[in-house]
């Protein structure tokens, strides 16, 4: 139940977000330029913001249609509902004026800015829920929500996802209230045709423009690097202080274990958990000595840890010797392991491919090619990787996503190995050690400031001096100012869907913060590329087969400039992750 007072100060907190910082202005606009004498307007705005946070996360976790939506769609949504109500509160006659009003596209906006003016909840409603889906992107605590209550308890997650609301709902309300009582004393302020009106419709623009453009997160990067209003590490704290009291009572129930755990009967985890999909239309099998698997044949019998992942990304790659481990201390115990491996890209499909990183990783247990992503949406999946914990039972009673958490999901294994073993009158003794494997590379999440960086055109959103979402040929040449976390190509590059290829001789440069680099990559014949870090040169990297290269292993965090030199045709580059 600690969770729920964190949910409740985290959403308080959000509101301090810089992330947040720059959409206040049109709550607080919006309720202090009024024209109604009561307080409506705020509170349907406000209420509606927060019921379009819940159903927007009930929405994304129930259906398998929003995995595949771009965020760049949700801003552009956002974004244009504000930009066009501020066009009316800096030209209040602008709909009754110009007939290609009636021609919008968007009619919704059309209907919305009438409303706006006649002062119609309408418009209140859809400013409101217009906020909900970046609002619902700023917290910790909404993402633990999200991805690990949620599918766990659908009852308690919404509960946590309610109170989260609340604390949110009622600050806001609370920094509207005290902005419109420190702005009564103007006089005047809700004439539609004033200049206070139309001061606050210029700041919709900008705030529109900013969402739109994507520097409503420049700033919140400003505000981040200069050490203010990082709300998150509180909400961190707090998580972690959560965390530390579920892993204090997890193991005062390991020292009692013996005498006293109890198990759920089938009913009642009926009521708490939901029965684990099977495998759907796998695409192959590897370690399995040319066998099909299925979850189902392991009911009733074993307890199952699928993991979900693809052999190119490094999130993935951090978390296989873990799973090394448990495999090899669990396997006789009852703990089947099975690799789900969604490829990102199209050469991870290819199973010679992953056959190969198989046996690079040196992973002993079945892995399953999930090609089409049937068993992933089976899943509701949006992560890689991720894990899913399902007992003896047949239901998911733990499940865990990205990196991190190792002793948690050990510990979960461990708990249900017990119970298989109380189930099946087995007079076994389950290992209650934490797994340690060697060569870990640890990564201070906080620290890295640079996001994954695609050079395809479905997703270069960064691709700073050539045409971001346009395939073909483009000629580009690197300018002499560089950007932070900007893409520059040099020479001539054919872009794909996937990735971009260079024709000639060429230059790959990207300023980034980070301690570790990696691209993923590959080529039709082998290409020795150079690597500098600040213009100091680091090393040579043969690329060749489609896979992910190390290029900078750092020992400390920092601001950093990247240059690659091709010296010639042939390089396609998927990818520059960060660690």
Not at 203 to 230: M, P
Not at 393 to 422: F, M, N, P, S, W
């Amino acid at each position: 139940m600690l969770l729920l007072l964190i949910s409740f100060i985290s959403g308080i907190l959000t509101i301090l977000a810089p992330c947040i910082l720059p959409l206040l202005p049109v709550i607080v606009g919006y309720s202090i330029t009024d024209t109604a004498p009561n307080r409506r307007r705020l509170f349907v705005v406000v209420a509606s913001l927060g019921i379009s946070v819940i159903l927007f996360t009930l929405l994304l976790k129930a259906s398998s249609l929003l995995i595949d939506i771009p965020q760049d769609l949700w801003k552009w949504i956002s974004g244009g509902i504000i930009f066009f109500f501020g066009l009316t509160m800096v030209f209040p006659g602008l709909w009754e004026k110009f007939s290609f009003a009636n021609t919008l596209s968007v009619k919704s906006n059309k209907v919305l800015t009438i409303g706006y003016q006649k002062n119609n909840a309408w418009g209140d409603v859809i400013i409101g829920a217009s906020l909900g889906p970046i609002f619902s992107a700023c917290s910790p605590t909404y993402f633990v929500i999200l991805a690990t209550v949620l599918p766990v308890s659908l009852l308690l997650g919404i509960a946590y996802l309610f109170s989260y609301v609340l604390g949110l709902s009622l600050a806001l309300m609370a920094v509207a209230l005290l902005g419109k009582r420190i702005m009564a004393k103007v006089g005047k302020v809700s004439d539609p045709k004033g200049w206070f009106k139309k001061t606050f419709g210029i700041i919709f623009i900008l705030v529109a423009i900013a969402i739109i453009s994507g520097y409503d997160k420049k700033l919140q990067i400003i505000l981040l690097d200069a050490g203010f209003l990082d709300v998150t590490k509180i909400e961190q704290k707090l998580l972690e202080k959560n965390d530390k009291k579920e892993m204090d009572i997890l193991n005062s129930d390991e020292a009692l274990q013996s005498k006293t755990e109890k198990f759920l009967s089938v009913p009642e985890k009926s009521k708490k958990f939901v029965l684990a999909p099977d495998i759907s239309t796998p695409d192959g099998f590897i370690n399995t000595g040319g066998k099909s698997i299925t979850i189902s044949e392991f009911k009733g019998k074993k307890v199952v840890l699928l993991d979900i992942w693809t052999y190119s990304c490094i999130n993935c790659q951090r978390t296989i010797p873990y799973l090394n481990e448990w495999y090899k201390e669990y396997e006789d115990e009852g703990l089947v392991i099975i690799g789900l491996h969604t490829p990102e890209f199209s050469f991870e499909k290819i199973q010679k491919n992953v056959e190969k990183a198989v046996k690079d990783f040196e992973i002993k247990y079945p892995v399953v090619l999930d090609n089409d992503f049937s068993t992933w949406n089976e899943y509701e999946n949006q992560y890689w990787p991720r894990k899913y914990l399902i007992d003896i039972d047949g239901y998911i009673v733990y499940d865990h996503a990205g990196e991190g958490q190792y002793k948690e999901t050990e510990v979960a294994i461990q708990k249900t190995l017990r119970e298989r073993a109380d189930r099946l009158k087995m007079n076994t003794e389950v290992s209650s050690s934490i797994s340690n494997p060697e060569n870990i590379i640890s990564v201070e999440y906080s620290k890295v400031k640079s996001p994954e960086v695609y050079f395809g055109s479905a997703r270069n959103e960064y691709f700073a001096n050539g045409f971001p979402g346009q395939a073909g040929e483009q000629s580009l040449s690197v300018p002499i100012t560089i950007s932070t976390n900007k893409l520059y190509l040099g020479g001539t590059w054919h872009i794909t869907s996937e990735y971009a290829e260079n024709k000639n001789a060429g230059t790959i440069v990207f300023n980034y913060e980070a301690k570790n680099v990696y691209i993923t990559a590959g080529a039709t014949e082998g290409i020795e590329v150079e690597v500098y870090k600040d213009d100091i040169f680091v090393k040579k990297v043969i690329i060749k087969n489609e896979a992910l290269y190390p290029l900078i292993q750092d020992t400390s965090y920092g601001k950093h400039m990247l240059k690659i030199l091709i010296p010639k045709a042939g390089l396609q580059a998927f990818t520059f992750t960060f660690g």
